[in-house]
């Protein structure tokens, strides 16, 4: 089958990637700061540093009074990228039995005012084909783009508030959930609907009783009208246990769907459990079911479904199986997803994760897919 011979070409890609990672662990800094003498310094502190003139872009005298570069203290940034190599096994595809490839790119930028609040930028840019669209990423073309913008603070001890534009609305929800999972269709735990997410004005609080429960309200909003009848809203409600071993949450949400005289609303039921022993994996279940408001009355609900396992520990990395469906119509046959995944560390920034799934089709007449797939991300 042309898709095997095909998946020749991932094994290839790690192999390049191997003496590249090599190459740069064995830079020694020390051999490098070697090259510097006394006498170099010497010469480099002769210039008088405190002569040097701010030089600004014509029109900005005055708009910068002292700044030297550099963030400030409490300012991080933080940067990952993954990198996607993919094929796919599908005849009633365009990708069937082709090689694609496609990168996710994320830059988060962090900082405190008071050293309790957080102010947070993201901004993201990438693209996927169609062969690896079942990896985790984003889709926004080459340019970078802000993907969100958020503020969060303390109010009191145990509430916290969060405001923000593209921002989750379940931002501050306690999903209980241990899986991990790379793909996109099971990595949420079957809370699809109900844990609202890529709204535009954001507010949410959640608040932390001490005794391992939580409770958190989330509302977003899609247009620039914000929470009027003019604007798509959502809302919605989440409460969580968290134990040393388990953790169970529901959470509600209600859509405003296309129509915007309708509503939809959503119950997304999550639990885990970790058992104590060695090898053995701990065990997510998620289910949500949805009301479709306006819908006929032979196909007025929405179901998603998934159980996952992961390991930890498996030799030098980590892995997990899952199985699930996702947005599911009533009437419809369930469409599963089954996958597994090993993720292998090569080094504290960089890790390499092999997926394979098949996923059914429902529809008369067409096959089911399979996709092979590797991530190489990559964190600095």
């Known amino acids: 089958m042309k898709l095997f011979k095909s998946l020749l070409v991932a094994p290839a890609a790690l192999g390049l ?24 310094i010497d010469f480099a502190n002769s210039f008088d540093n405190a002569e040097k003139e701010e030089t600004l872009i014509a029109g900005g005298e005055g708009l910068v009074d002292s ?5 400030s203290e409490t300012t991080t940034a933080s940067f990952g990228l993954d990198m996607y190599l993919g094929a796919l096994d599908d005849d009633d595809s365009k990708a069937d039995d082709s090689v694609m490839a496609g990168y996710s790119l994320g830059i988060s930028l962090n900082t405190s005012f008071t050293g309790e609040d957080s102010l947070d930028i993201a ?3 990438g693209h996927s084909g169609e062969g690896v669209g079942e990896f985790d990423g984003n889709t926004n073309g080459d340019t970078l783009k802000v993907d969100g913008v958020s503020y969060t603070f303390p109010l009191g001890d145990k509430t916290t508030v969060i405001a923000g534009i593209d921002t ?27 844990g609202i997410t890529g709204g535009g004005a954001t507010v949410g609080a959640a608040y932390d009783f001490g005794t391992g429960f939580t409770a958190a309200f989330g509302a977003q909003t899609t247009e620039a009208a914000v929470f009027t ?23 509600y949400g209600v859509v405003e769907n296309d129509t915007v005289t309708n509503e939809d609303t959503f119950t997304a039921f999550n639990a885990y459990y970790l058992p104590e022993g060695a090898g053995l994996p701990s065990i997510s279940v998620g289910y949500e079911t949805g009301d479709i408001g306006g819908a006929a009355a032979t196909a ?25 469906h996702s947005n599911t119509v009533e009437g419809n046959d369930e469409e599963y997803q089954y996958e597994a ?4 560390p090569i080094n504290d920034g960089m890790t390499i994760t092999p997926l394979i799934y098949s996923k059914d089709n429902a529809t008369s ?6 996709g092979v797939m590797v991530k190489t991300s990559f964190s600095f």
Do not use: H, R
Request: proline residues 3%.
């Open 168 to 194: 989750d609305g379940s931002a501050l929800f306690t999903t209980a959930c241990a899986y991990a999972g790379p793909s996109n269709l099971l990595d949420d735990c079957a809370n699809v609907n109900a």
């Open 300 to 324: 007025d609900e929405k179901t998603s479904f998934m159980v996952g396992l992961s390991w930890d520990e498996v030799g030098p990395g980590s892995a997990g199986v899952a199985v699930g």
């Open 229 to 251: 009848d003019e604007s798509q809203d959502a809302y919605a409600f989440n409460t969580a246990y968290t134990a040393d071993n388990y953790g169970i949450s529901i959470t």
């Open 123 to 125: 901004i993201d840019a």
């Open 365 to 370: 007449g067409k096959d089911d897919s399979t």
């Open 67 to 71: 700044y030297d570069g550099s963030f």
């Open 17 to 40: 990637l191997a003496p590249i990672s090599a190459s740069a662990s064995e830079v020694n800094l020390n051999d490098i700061s070697n090259y510097s003498d006394v006498e170099s």
């Open 341 to 344: 995944y090993y993720s292998y």
